[in-house]
């Protein structure tokens, strides 16, 4: 088990652009959340799924973003129409379907539109 | 929005010397988390206490609950250049079924 994986690392993209950022979360792990965090702020919620289903997002979500997490393993984050305010560190993590435990984050992803 | 709010927001202290983080929040919790996050990395999962506990060790870590007033402190112990981080606390509420972080303290140990 190699921990919570996020790709791209990095992601440089222009303005109006859609991008795509791909989670694989501990296999074991049936919640998997995304939290985007800003310079200087901490994490803020997104969305989260319980094994396929996603069962909240934020207000924060507009009608730009849309998440994914197919059969209940990997999940994607989609963002439509980049603006320059998406710009942030899009961390994903998963944890058991229990309140007493820890998440386990991947390294993020860092979005840059310019 | 952050539930949670740490004081200080900054810390800079000698190698050797005990670091001490507070956080408040504002409503009730079946849990709090501390989590370490290093410059442009994800989060790391400390330590997680139960809102009936008062007090939890780990290691060089010591947290405390006070429900009453709704905060936390976490002491890390002889601290160390590696421990340089910054640090989060976060609130988890079972009606809500995630946990909502703070703004963190910016932990700088010199060594």
């Known amino acids: 088990d190699t921990g919570v994986s996020q790709d791209p690392r990095h992601k440089i993209t222009k303005r109006g652009q859609n991008v795509t950022f791909r989670c694989d979360p501990i296999s074991e792990h049936n919640r998997l959340y995304w939290y985007r965090q800003t310079l200087g702020q901490g994490p803020e919620f997104l969305t989260y799924?319980?094994?396929?289903?996603?069962?909240?997002k934020s207000r924060l979500l507009s009608d730009r973003f849309s998440a994914e997490r197919p059969k209940g393993s990997f999940s994607t984050l989609e963002i439509q129409r980049t603006e320059q305010g998406d710009s942030a560190m899009y961390l994903c993590?998963?944890?058991?379907?229990?309140?007493?435990?820890?998440?386990?984050f991947g390294s993020g992803t860092r979005l840059t539109v310019v | 929005s952050q539930q949670g709010e740490e004081d200080p927001q900054a810390l800079s202290i000698q190698e050797g010397e005990n670091a001490t983080m507070n956080c408040s929040y504002k409503t009730s919790i079946n849990n709090l988390q501390w989590y370490r996050q290093n410059s442009g990395r994800g989060l790391v999962h400390l330590i997680l206490i139960r809102s009936n506990e008062r007090e939890k060790h780990s290691g060089r870590l010591r947290v405390t609950l006070d429900t009453s007033k709704k905060s936390s402190s976490l002491l890390i112990t002889a601290s160390r250049a590696a421990d340089t981080a910054s640090y989060f606390c976060a609130t988890y509420s079972g009606g809500y079924q995630k946990v909502t972080f703070g703004i963190g303290t910016k932990l700088q140990v010199i060594p």
């Open positions: 993590a998963s944890t058991y379907d229990r309140e007493d435990y820890g998440y386990t």
């Open positions: 799924f319980q094994n396929e289903a996603q069962l909240e």
